[in-house]
């Protein structure tokens, strides 16, 4: 097929249990593409922030900035097709906006992480499509219930409320790549094929360039 021939840099964003990480598994099996992971199991400051988040909020976020910049520089020179779960971008427009808000960054550090991010934004190559996944809360609270990971398990509906309307926020803006928004909360891409064939079907128009 065409989209084929072409080297794919894909990113697939969306809020916490909306089913990045389930998507990326049927795109690898469907595609071949080489699955890029979240970095989180070997994050040196992620105890400690959870401790004291106002101590160490500064130091995850610059420690998963790294790690991204890394990953992204890396992607940038491989032949293959890679898929991502989640990207550099989300770090700042997501997470570090949120922490910021709630005053867990400082000023200080929030306008440093925002110029070091800036420049190193500058210095990445961009995904060729961004598949943005979307659901509300409702929904992302039965699925993380539903997965059972014991820190997930006591995020607020607030807290998942706004990064929902930062993510809208922030899709509304992105013009780095295109992007391609899925609604999830009618879909049950693990149990019913025809779902899973839609959203594969919808992903495969999307890259093939036109005749």
Not at 73 to 94: G, K
Not at 102 to 114: K, N
Not at 116 to 131: D, E, G, S
């Amino acid at each position: 097929m065409g989209n084929q021939t072409l080297r794919q840099h894909i990113s697939v964003a969306g809020n916490i249990g909306v089913g990045k990480s389930t998507l990326v598994e049927i795109l690898v099996q469907e595609f071949g593409w080489q699955r890029y992971h979240e970095y989180v199991d070997d994050h040196p400051y992620l105890a400690d922030y959870y401790a004291d988040r106002a101590r160490w909020g500064f130091h995850s976020q610059i420690w998963f900035m790294t790690q991204r910049f890394t990953q992204h520089h890396q992607i940038s020179l491989m032949n293959q097709s890679v898929i991502e779960d989640r990207s550099m971008y989300e770090d700042f427009e997501i997470f570090v906006k949120e922490l910021y808000a709630e005053q867990v960054l400082s000023p200080l550090d929030f306008l440093l992480y925002q110029q070091l991010y800036a420049t190193l934004v500058q210095r990445i190559q961009p995904p060729t499509l961004v598949i943005y996944l979307q659901a509300h809360v409702t929904t992302l609270q039965q699925r993380i219930a539903q997965r059972g990971r014991a820190s997930e398990l006591q995020i607020p509906l607030e807290y998942l409320t706004r990064l929902n309307e930062r993510y809208q926020g922030w899709m509304r803006d992105f013009t780095h790549c295109p992007v391609l928004p899925i609604v999830t909360d009618e879909l049950d891409v693990v149990n019913r094929p025809a779902d899973r064939m839609t959203v594969i079907d919808a992903i495969r128009r999307q890259l093939t360039p036109p005749p």
